[in-house]
């Protein structure tokens, strides 16, 4: 027995949505391009191998998952039309859309899915995100290389428009999984022609809103619409360019001058000025998201849970939010950010305390662990080239030097800082995580066996509970068990949390259909132009 799963809601804003993109398109029939600043230069454009957002801002326009987002950042349906779920939660079944293509004209099926999942589970693919597929029956096992052969990996395609996938347990948030990169198809029959040069333009076909058609490194990357995607006609903008644009004030500058239509971030010590001048233009909206500093575990000085905490403590997170960021930012005494459904965060417990009191807790336990200050400990704090992540760090140092501890600050450009972070090259770290679906496993996982565990950080009972968590049927049952996982992480400072964040973008009043959500995901295929 199966049952149906309907989407009248996503329906209803799929129609409202495509109605006011005709609406565009009806007012502006001559080719439009979208200049669109994203933060930085992506590594790859490999839905395998990217685990940026400033990389998913370009490869979420190429290709589309089985679910996409709405304007709204609602999840709707997307390359399947629908879909149905079995009685005991661990079946879905896809129904693809018989009228969907790749850019160079060829089918989208379902053997398309089958592909591109078994390559990034497949350990010679070494694809550091692979691990969010780990709710499907034996995807774990197969990746990590105890069990062979992907024909025992729960994803079949019954037929060229079925695609069946079987979970290991009921897994909650698993098709909210499905709108991100690691689930996305992948042309079988471009990737083995090419080999790794797939990606290149010219070589590559995606089953987007748009392909691939230039790629200058540090300069841009240009892709036209795909006149074979399935909503084609509904798709305003022809072109759009995409720049890498870590320098903020001169990003704005561009902005200014017209050069760029929307730009992802601005410096944040304009914002009083774009408040006063271009209100409407710089757009400030909560964000499902934690800004943190991963501290390595792996490092001996950092094995110590009283300099863990004090370095936690002696970080004044209301002087960061208030008085150096002043864009709306929340302070952070919890991993897990609030806003995901009922779960409950769990607070690091000297959150009561004053900062004085604070500071002068922090320096008993640096002292306790053997620092003074003719003895300071001595680290390295890493961030990504970014002037909001300086001025933060700048602070930070400055907050810690009041319990003897001596930080040198080193920036590198984002790539290098994260692919830093993935190696363990670091002792503190400027992290951030943006919330890929509203589950708090979503944070949690952060903090397990994963590539994106940066420091390390591993507790037997943590574990436990979240592996609990994962086969656990019962929901609010489910939601304890994370609980207690979470608080045994923040009793053991396994990381630092700072704020949670808001988005910042800047988005000219020419552009139309853009809308701010908890997620600040903006595919350009729901946006027009009105110069």
């Not at 903008?237 to 992802?264: H, S």
């Not at 800082?417 to 919330?435: C, V």
Request: charged content about 25%.
């Amino acid at each position: 027995m199966t049952k149906k799963i309907k989407h009248p809601t996503w329906r209803k804003a799929l129609t409202a949505v495509s109605a006011a993109c005709l609406m565009g398109i009806a007012a502006h029939s001559t080719a439009d391009t979208l200049h669109r600043g994203i933060g930085g230069e992506p590594g790859t454009l490999d839905p395998n191998l990217v685990s940026g957002n400033w990389e998913d801002m370009v490869v979420g326009d190429l290709f589309m998952g089985l679910v996409t987002e709405g304007a709204d950042g609602i999840n709707i349906p997307g390359a399947a039309e629908s879909w149905s779920l079995s009685e005991d939660g661990k079946v879905y079944t896809f129904k693809l859309r018989k009228q969907a293509k790749w850019s160079d004209g060829k089918p989208v099926t379902a053997a398309d899915f089958v592909f591109g999942i078994q390559r990034i589970l497949d350990p010679k693919t070494a694809a550091k995100y692979a691990y969010i597929l780990y709710p499907i029956a034996n995807a774990e096992a197969l990746n990590k290389g105890t069990m062979s052969g992907m024909d025992n990996l729960g994803v079949k395609a019954l037929d060229d428009y079925t695609l069946e996938m079987t979970l290991k347990a009921p897994t909650p948030y698993f098709i909210e999984q499905l709108n991100h990169y690691t689930s996305f198809p992948l042309p079988k029959h471009v990737v083995e022609k090419y080999g790794s040069d797939w990606v290149k333009p010219g070589k590559m076909v995606s089953n987007g809103a748009y392909k691939l058609t230039e790629w200058l490194p540090q300069t841009h990357i240009k892709a036209d619409k795909n006149e074979y995607f399935f909503d084609a006609r509904n798709v305003s903008i022809d072109t759009v360019q995409y720049y890498p644009t870590e320098d903020r004030p001169a990003a704005l500058k561009r902005f200014r001058a017209g050069e760029l239509d929307v730009n992802y971030e601005f410096p944040i010590d304009q914002y009083k000025w774009l408040k006063e001048n271009m209100k409407d233009q710089a757009i400030v909206a909560p964000q499902l998201g934690t800004y943190y500093y991963p501290i390595n575990t792996r490092d001996e000085k950092f094995k110590d849970v009283r300099i863990r905490k004090a370095l936690s403590m002696a970080i004044n997170r209301e002087v960061i939010t208030d008085k150096v960021l002043k864009t709306g930012e929340v302070p952070a005494y919890s991993f897990v950010p609030p806003g995901v459904g009922r779960y409950q965060i769990q607070e690091a417990d000297f959150k009561a305390l004053s900062q004085k009191d604070r500071l002068k807790e922090a320096r008993k336990l640096m002292e306790a662990a053997g620092f003074s200050k003719s003895n300071p400990l001595t680290l390295q704090l890493r961030y990504n080239t970014h002037d909001a992540h300086k001025k933060i760090a700048v602070a930070v140092a400055a907050m810690w030097k009041q319990i003897h501890v001596k930080a040198e600050l080193f920036n590198s450009e984002v790539a290098v800082h994260y692919a830093d972070l993935k190696e363990g090259n670091f002792e503190i770290a400027r992290a951030g995580w943006l919330g890929d679906y509203p589950d708090a496993q979503n944070f949690l996982s952060l903090l397990e066996a994963t590539p994106n565990n940066y420091g390390g950080y591993r507790n037997d009972e943590f574990q436990k509970l979240m592996d609990q968590a994962a086969v656990t049927l019962d929901g609010d049952a489910r939601l304890k068990l994370m609980q207690k996982a979470e608080r045994i992480a923040m009793d053991e400072y396994a990381t630092i949390p700072i704020y949670y964040y808001v988005s910042t973008n800047l988005v000219a009043n020419h552009v139309k259909g853009w809308q701010p959500n908890v997620i600040d995901v903006h595919r350009t295929r729901w946006m027009s132009l009105e110069r």
